[in-house]
């Protein structure tokens, strides 16, 4: 089965730039999930999609947006791109569903390979 | 919130060796703590996870983790380190979203270098 993909790889923007990345989750997986990771800093959390609804969002400015899509695979964007946004950004699919406080999902996040992104 | 801490940005080994990583965690409730991997301009690849039970927690490539609720730590070993496993590594806890969802919070990362 295939993993978590995203694509680009690798791009390169400019300051004041637009940027969308995409993810396509594995399948079954109704969860994505987006993290920003700094060079020399561990990932952190910007969105959580599920059934194509933000269930959650990072500190981050709204700059940042994303969506889901019917098939779950979602994008990510950033507007007006500055020097500090240059990192690599993650997805990340799951089996997390809400917990209904009948039991406790606990699955861990599969990750892809990330998009690296350089802001000039 | 949740987060945890890793002390040593580079953990230096020699292949053959036992290896550990640390991590400890400042938690409200019961933790949920994960180890992940990080090779060269690659993604995260999940090792193990701690929910509840046993202390100690097996997981992929030989990795182990023991859980120490008295000392707040989730220290990841192995009994023998190769070389192929010099990488990245992250230790993570799971915060709970007011949406019910959850996120993991990452700690900053530590470079393990194992040396032929």
């Known amino acids: 089965d295939a993993g978590v993909t ?16 995409r993810c396509s989750p594995i399948s079954g997986h109704k969860s994505v999930s987006w993290y920003q990771q700094v060079l020399g800093q561990g990932p952190q959390f910007i969105f959580q999609y599920y059934e194509k609804e933000e269930r959650g969002r990072g500190n981050f400015p709204d700059r940042f947006s994303a969506r ?48 690296r992104l350089t802001v000039l | 919130a949740q987060s945890v801490a890793q002390p040593e940005d580079q953990v230096n080994v020699a292949e053959g060796n036992p290896l550990t990583v640390k991590c400890t965690y400042s938690v409200s409730g019961n933790p ?28 992929s490539y030989g990795f182990e983790a023991e859980f120490n609720k008295s000392q707040t730590s989730f220290h990841l070993k192995k009994p023998s380190a190769l070389v192929s ?23 900053t990362g530590t470079r393990l270098l194992v040396s032929p």
Do not use: M
């Open chain 1, 6 to 21: 995203q694509s680009p790889t690798h791009l390169i923007k400019t300051r004041g730039q637009h940027v969308t990345l």
């Open chain 1, 68 to 115: 889901q899509f019917p098939n779950y695979s979602s994008e990510l964007n950033v507007n007006a791109l500055l020097l500090g946004d240059s990192a690599l950004y993650l997805c990340a699919s799951s089996l997390l569903e809400p917990t209904t406080g009948r039991g406790d999902d606990t699955g861990e996040l599969f990750f892809g390979e990330g998009s």
């Open chain 2, 32 to 59: 949920y703590l994960f180890w992940y991997v990080q090779y060269p301009n690659r993604g995260l690849q999940f090792l193990l996870k701690y929910i509840t039970g046993d202390n100690l927690v097996k997981g």
């Open chain 2, 85 to 107: 496993d010099s990488a990245l590594y992250f230790c993570a806890v799971r915060e709970r979203l007011n949406t019910g969802f959850q996120k993991l919070v990452f700690g």
